[in-house]
Nanobody, 115 residues
Framework: QVQLVESGGGLVQPGGSLRLSCAAS????????MRWYRQAPGKERELVAV???????FYKDFVRGRFIISRVNGLETVYLQMNSLKPEDTAVYYC?????????WGQGTQVTVSS
């Protein structure tokens, strides 16, 4: 079992920055991949960024160059540094952990980009 807790969301003005954190507990050694997803009101949940246990990263086009995913202590803590935020980045951001057996989700953290 893996438990995930996201934090760091909030209200920020366009052009501003936020850093989201995802803290994993439980069987963290079994995590192979961590992902950040987001879901805006009325829209489907979408992938934002990925980081593997080897440190490989992937970004969706709409955040590449603005967001940075990073990790500490393997995949026990994963960050999403979000820069140059836009109103369209407003969403609930979720952390997802992939093991060999299943995926785990956190409860999400709200990010609102507005002036």
């Amino acid at each position: 079992q893996v438990q995930l807790v996201e934090s760091g969301g909030g209200l920020v003005q366009p052009g501003g920055s936020l850093r989201l954190s995802c803290a994993a507990s439980g069987s963290t050694a079994s995590i192979n991949v961590m992902r950040w997803y987001r879901q805006a009101p009325g829209k489907e949940r979408e992938l934002v960024a990925v980081i593997t246990s080897a440190g490989n990263t992937f970004y969706k086009d709409f955040v590449r160059g603005r967001f940075i995913i990073s990790r500490v202590n393997g995949l026990e803590t994963v960050y999403l540094q979000m820069n140059s935020l836009k109103p369209e980045d407003t969403a609930v951001y979720y952390c997802n952990a992939e093991t060999r057996i299943m995926h785990y989700w956190g409860q999400g953290t709200q990010v609102t980009v507005s002036s």
